[in-house]
């Protein structure tokens, strides 16, 4: 499905003078312009009894290509994981999600400020950098600098 850009930029401006962008202010006194964001979900990976099954599945019933489904806002991974991979962590950790960021230096920089233990991926892939945290419901995320 093809989004026309000028319904998309009408709605998001429609929402900004309805003063949307302030329900989610910062508590902290940087300016929110300063701050590092997240840009989109980089990736959605959770377990499986049969991965390739419910790919294949995702692909003929919902049109999602597998490894990365293209966006409008960017790749993003679709990736069904073994029932028993230890990815994510915990055994009861059932997903994870992946945000792309564009610094991911900064992000990791200003989490930490904040007392969030973070750790990064010393390895550099061919597409990208990462990190990792958990949420405080100790839910892994991943943070993807794309290359």
Partial sequence: M????????????????????????????????????????????FRSRDPKALTIWYQEHLGIDHPAWQQLAGPSAFTPFSADSNYFGSPQHAWMVNFRVRNLDAMVTQLRASNIEVKVDPEKYPYGRFARLHNPEENPIELWEGS
């Avoid at 093809?2 to 962008?21: E, K």
């Avoid at 910062?26 to 929110?32: I, L, N, T």
């Fill in 2 to 45: 093809t989004i026309d850009r000028r319904n998309a930029i009408l709605g998001a401006s429609s929402l900004a003078s309805l003063g949307v962008h302030d329900v989610a202010k910062s508590k902290s006194s940087e300016p929110a312009a300063q701050r590092e964001r997240v840009l989109g979900i980089g990736g959605l990976f």
